[in-house]
């Protein structure tokens, strides 16, 4: 389910934030996640234009029988 798969994203983004000795709550922590809060975000925004682009494609491209 969603919660599920959040927390897992969370503890993934943890661990690897921590992977290179940085403490939580540390500046250097921080800027991690929210640099992997931004990657993700465009990596949601670029399959979201790629799901319209392809409705848009098959919308204005019927397959005829």
Do not use: H, I
């Not at 919660?3 to 800027?31: H, I, K, M, W």
Request: hydrophobic share 35%; net charge positive.
């Amino acid at each position: 389910d969603k919660f599920t798969n959040r927390l897992f994203v969370f503890d993934d983004d943890d661990a690897f934030c921590r992977a290179n000795n940085v403490q939580v709550g540390s500046p250097e922590y921080v800027a991690c996640r929210k640099d992997r809060d931004v990657q993700r975000s465009n990596a949601a925004a670029r399959a979201d234009q790629k799901q319209r682009g392809l409705a848009e494609y098959m919308l204005n491209n019927p397959v005829r029988p």
